[in-house]
C-alpha cells in the first residue's frame, strides 16, 4: 500500500550546518507515529520538509505517493504555541480556515459550531482566546486544525505547555477524534510516556548534527486506550525501557557537546 508520507534519503543543511542527513521514513495511511529525539535533532525541521515550508537539500518527499513540489495541501499542521486570532471568537477561529478556502462565512460558521460540540466547547462559542484556559485553547486549536479535513495531521509538541493533568486530557482527546477516521499522524515530543501511549509506532532520531532515524519501535498495546492509565501496563514498561534505552545514548551524546 502507498504511504501517506514517505522520505527517502532527505537531507536538509543550513548554509554548512547539516541538520538532517539521510532519512527515511515512511508513515502509512492511518497510522499514529510518533518521533522523538534530544534537542536540537530536527525533529521541527522534518515536519517543515513534510508542509514543504522547507525543502530538502536532497533526497525526495512523496505524499500519498506524487512528489511533494510547493506546499503540502493535503496536510494540516498543530504547532507548540496556538494560533489563534485574539480578536476572533472560538467559534469564528475554527471557522477561519474554512473561509480562507472559499466557503460562505455562514456555512463556515456552521461547520465550527459542529466541531465546537465534538471538542466539548458547544457552550463557549462566544468566548476570546483570552478567556479560555490553556486547555480550551488547544481543544479549539485542534478543530482549527481538523475542520479542515487534513488526510495528514502534522503536531509538534502541541501538549507540551500543559499541566499534566490537562495534557492527558487532551491526549485522550486526541485519541478519540483520530479514531473516528484514522488520519496519518506524525507528531513531534520529547516526552515518551506521551509517544508510547499515543502511538502505532515510535521512532528514535539520533543527536545532530546530521541527525537521521536510528531505531523503530512498533507499540502493540490494545485500543482504545486511556493515556492515564497505561503507564501501569507492565508492557508499557517494558517499551519503555527498550526505546529509553535508545534514546538516553542519544541525549548522552547532545549534552556532551553541550559541555
Known sequence: MTPAVRLQDIDVCFGDHVAISGLSLDVAEGEFVSVVGPSGCGKSTLLNVITGL?????????????TLAGLN??????????????????????????????WRRADARLCAQDWLR??????????????????MRKRVGMAQTLICDPRILLMDEPFSALDIHTRHAMENELLRLWQEDRRSVL????????????????????????????????????????????ALDDRYQHLYRRIWTCLRDEVVKTHADLA
Open 187 to 230: 507528531f513531534i515530543t520529547h516526552d515518551l510516556e506521551e509517544a508510547i501511549a499515543l502511538s502505532d509506532r515510535v521512532v528514535v532520531m539520533a543527536a545532530g548534527p546530521a541527525s537521521r532515524t536510528i531505531a523503530e519501535f512498533p507499540i502493540d498495546l490494545p485500543r482504545p486506550r486511556d493515556v492515564g492509565d497505561i
Open 54 to 66: 522547507r525543502p530538502p537539500s536532497a533526497g525526495r518527499v512523496e505524499i500519498m505517493g506524487n
Open 118 to 135: 465534538k471538542v466539548g466547547l458547544a457552550d463557549f462559542a462566544d468566548r476570546y482566546p483570552h478567556q479560555l484556559s490553556g486547555g
Open 73 to 102: 495541501r493535503l496536510s494540516g499542521y498543530m504547532l507548540q504555541q496556538d494560533g489563534l486570532l485574539p480578536w476572533k471568537t472560538a467559534l469564528d477561529n475554527i471557522a477561519l480556515g474554512l473561509v480562507f478556502k472559499g
